[in-house]
């Protein structure tokens, strides 16, 4: 029988989870006809610990406590998983009403490896989220509104099938700079394997921008990306091409060798 494990990771953020676990409990008891179960790996502070436990307590969730890379907890959610289908959500999103049932449809002929939904992102925009907006950080958030199959998509809201991800051998726990590169990393290895990323635009979680506009965080967050692609690119060097970069990006590496 067709069931799904919710796995949500955790370090803090008690005032997102205040919201996010009311709205997962919703759409569990909308869906009262399927096994769920919601798993939640928290690395939190010992006084916060306490509170993401009694949270759990509350709604009936399994909490584990699990001190690792985001990469490591998520093989860890993966290892408590009990159901066909894992379901990564961000803890500082919210599902609309109706994701679970529209995930529920998308894998009720079993044709469906891989399930990607859309994050959209709202909040306060100031100035600094339009430059966000306007150098492409967030578009890989909405591959599901415009795409069919995607190559990999954020864990923030996808879905893998938990033999799938054992198959592959979960995701990479060897990246040197952690909270990037392991989402586009197992995707590909994902596609490459076989397994195809359908994405459902119906599969939707509102994503918080509080948690994007720190200036100094959000930019350390940039660096670690760009430091990461390197080893995105070295692991599928088979996918990478030569790109001439513009006139802009051209000219700052033009005066910072001067």
């Known amino acids: ?4 494990s919710v796995s949500i990771l955790s370090m803090g953020r008690i005032d ?3 919201i996010l676990l009311p709205a997962i409990n919703r759409e569990c008891q ?4 399927v096994p769920i179960e919601v798993n939640l790996i928290d690395d939190s502070s010992v006084n916060d ?3 993401v436990k009694y949270l759990c307590d509350v709604f009936g969730f399994n909490y584990y406590y699990y001190k690792g890379s985001i990469a490591a907890k998520r093989n860890e959610a993966i290892r408590k998983a009990n159901y066909e289908v894992v379901w990564f959500v961000d803890s500082d999103c919210v599902p609309v009403m109706g994701t679970m049932k529209a995930i529920i449809e998308s894998y009720k002929d079993n044709s469906s490896n891989g399930l990607l939904g859309i994050v959209e992102f709202q909040g306060k925009t100031p100035f600094f989220w339009k430059l966000i907006e306007q150098a492409g950080y967030v578009t890989s958030f909405s591959f599901a509104s415009f795409m069919d199959y995607a190559m990999w998509g954020p864990c923030a809201n996808v879905c893998f099938k938990k033999k799938d991800l054992e198959t592959v051998g979960g995701f990479k726990e060897r990246f040197p700079y952690d909270y990037s590169g392991e989402d586009v990393d197992i995707g590909v290895r994902l596609n490459k394997a076989g397994y195809s990323l359908k994405c459902n635009p119906k599969v939707v979680v509102k994503h918080s921008t509080a948690t994007w506009l720190s200036v100094w965080p959000f930019c350390k967050k940039v660096f670690r990306w760009g430091r990461t692609d390197f080893f995105l690119m070295r692991d599928h060097y088979d996918m990478t091409y030569p790109e001439i970069p513009d006139s802009l990006s051209y000219f700052f590496w033009h005066v910072s060798l001067r």
């Open 1 to 4: 029988m067709f069931g799904f």
């Open 16 to 18: 997102c989870l205040n």
């Open 30 to 33: 909308a869906n009262a006809d």
């Open 49 to 51: 610990r306490i509170v």
